[in-house]
């Protein structure tokens, strides 16, 4: 071989090792970006993201975001606390009689008695079935010969059946409680001897959930007319299939949709969100967007997020900014507390200020990443920070509405906390069995919320939904 034939072989075995070693730092790039993402996604749990506490992967003490307080612990001076108070009149009384002296063993049974001093005691009566038996006539007409019968009272068909209350506190325990089918047939038959069946049990239920449509009805109506409204969502699953369940909420009212789709397409049949034309708060997923109301954003998963940030990536302007959403609540709630129905615009324009000064810091901090020499199909991906940033910026209307108007709440906690319930049916009771089991639990839950927010005792007004006389809330 020649020496210009050995150029020739070095210099194309130079240009394959220059492409391998391409290759291998675009591998290594792409590698690297993917234990980022990895390590960023197990580094998620509660404290500073979206995810439940029940997906918290470590046992860890969370961190609250709340600032220590200077007032000691337990009640604060002027609380009004609660306490077993004695009763005027009780339902039994027993006398404890003084035989003789205690100091000179002097016998005092005929003492008359100077004064009493009164303990009492609560407590449950025995729990026993009460069976009321109907004796219904039959005669027979002197005239016609023909027998009449006695007309028994309305509902009761079978020759023995339960009682309405019994119903009530079948469906309390499944639909309040969630309690499952097996653990109430266990109670009745621990506390009343009654062999209820889980027929009998999803029976009232379904009776329970026909009675009660025009409230549900009326409730929507109620919601698509207040000046705020809570909305949220959350996953369950519906005869082993994946649902969503939709939670649309005030502080007096609640009503929860299930639909199998999560977006656009679940809310429309619901058919709240649609005909509202108030302020929306929700946690800025995108299908509520498309709505034509004002929207105010959870600050809370902001909060989260920034928090995210802050631990992960050691972003400054992030900690300023979590800084500054909590002194903006913390000024809306001395407005309010001092009977304001804005904030001074001096105030709140230096905040703002404040706002958008942190905003531009974060994305000195992320520039936009280099376009790539080949453009790709889709959005391109961003870092978790500007992701946020470009949030803030964006929907900065919506991000700080509780700003602007005093009557916004500052998170979505009302939402959360009605939608809670529905974790934990799903944690105690699992799936929804039946196409029917998710449709007739909103209903009744949303009735119980509601009503339970109103101040009302739950098992009277389930009995008066059994029996087909429903209570309607107050609007």
Same mark, same amino acid.
């Given at each position: 071989m020649d020496k210009d034939q050995e150029i020739e072989r070095l210099r194309q075995e130079n240009q394959e090792l220059k492409a391998a070693l391409q290759q291998a730092m675009e591998t290594i790039a792409q590698l690297t970006q993917q234990v980022q993402e990895l390590e960023a996604r197990l580094a998620k749990d509660s404290h500073n993201s979206h995810l439940p506490p029940s997906s918290d992967r470590f046992a860890r003490q969370p961190k609250s &975001?709340?600032?220590?307080?200077?007032?000691?612990?337990?009640?604060?001076?002027?609380?009004?606390?609660?306490?077993?108070?004695?009763?005027?009149?009780?339902?039994?009384? @027993?006398?404890?009689?003084?035989?003789? =002296?205690?100091? =000179?063993?002097?016998?005092?049974?005929?003492?008359?008695?100077?004064?009493?001093?009164?303990?009492? @005691? @609560?407590?449950?009566?025995?729990?026993?079935?009460?069976?009321?038996?109907?004796?219904?006539?039959?005669?027979?007409?002197?005239?016609?010969?023909?027998?009449?019968?006695?007309?028994?009272?309305?509902?009761?068909?079978?020759?023995?059946?339960?009682? %309405?209350?019994? %119903? %009530? &506190?079948?469906?309390? !325990?499944?639909? @309040?409680?969630?309690?499952?089918?097996?653990?109430?047939?266990?109670?009745?038959?621990?506390?009343f001897g009654l062999p209820l069946s889980t027929g009998s049990i999803h029976r009232w239920i379904a009776q329970c959930a026909e009675h009660l449509v025009p409230v549900e009805e009326a409730i929507k109506t109620a919601l698509q007319q207040v000046p705020v409204l809570h909305q949220d969502e959350t996953g369950l699953y519906q005869g082993g299939k994946r649902a969503w369940m939709h939670v649309s909420a005030t502080a007096r009212l609640t009503h929860y949709g299930v639909h199998a789709k999560r977006g656009r397409e679940a809310m429309d049949a619901i058919g709240i969100a649609p005909h509202f034309q108030g302020i929306g708060v929700h946690d800025g997923w995108e299908s509520y967007q498309g709505y034509t109301?004002?929207?105010? !954003?959870?600050?809370?998963?902001? !909060?989260?997020?920034?928090?995210?940030?802050? $631990?992960?990536?050691?972003?400054?302007?992030?900690?300023?900014?979590? $800084?500054? !959403?909590?002194?903006?609540?913390? =000024?809306c709630d001395q407005a309010r507390a001092r009977g304001q129905s804005d904030l001074d615009a001096l105030v709140r324009q230096r905040l703002i200020e404040r706002y958008q000064a942190i905003i531009e810091e974060g994305y000195a901090a992320h520039p936009p990443d280099p376009s790539p020499p080949v453009p790709k199909r889709g959005r391109r991906k961003q870092h978790p920070a500007r992701c946020l940033l470009n949030r803030l910026h964006e929907r900065q209307e919506q991000v700080l509405a509780f700003l602007h108007q005093l009557h916004v709440p500052f998170d979505n906690s009302q939402a959360e906390r009605d939608i809670r319930m529905v974790k934990v049916q799903q944690k105690v009771s699992g799936c929804f069995r039946g196409e029917q089991g998710a449709p007739f639990f909103c209903r009744i839950r949303g009735y119980v919320s509601t009503m339970s927010k109103q101040g009302h005792a739950l098992l009277a007004l389930l009995e008066s939904a059994i029996t087909g006389h429903p209570v309607f809330p107050q609007f």
């Open positions: &975001l709340r600032k220590k307080s200077t007032k000691p612990s337990g009640g604060q001076a002027g609380h009004q606390g609660h306490h077993l108070m004695q009763v005027a009149t009780a339902d039994l009384s @027993v006398v404890q009689e003084v035989s003789i =002296c205690e100091h =000179c063993q002097q016998d005092l049974r005929a003492q008359p008695v100077d004064h009493l001093i009164r303990r009492q @005691v @609560v407590d449950l009566p025995v729990p026993k079935v009460v069976v009321t038996q109907y004796q219904l006539e039959c005669k027979r007409c002197p005239r016609c010969q023909a027998m009449s019968q006695a007309q028994a009272p309305q509902g009761l068909a079978a020759p023995i059946q339960y009682s %309405a209350s019994i %119903a %009530a &506190l079948a469906v309390y !325990l499944s639909q @309040v409680q969630l309690l499952p089918d097996g653990r109430i047939t266990q109670l009745f038959t621990d506390l109301y004002t929207h105010a !954003l959870c600050n809370v998963h902001h !909060l989260r997020e920034l928090t995210f940030i802050e $631990e992960r990536f050691g972003q400054a302007w992030a900690t300023r900014m979590k $800084e500054l !959403l909590l002194d903006m609540k913390r =000024c």
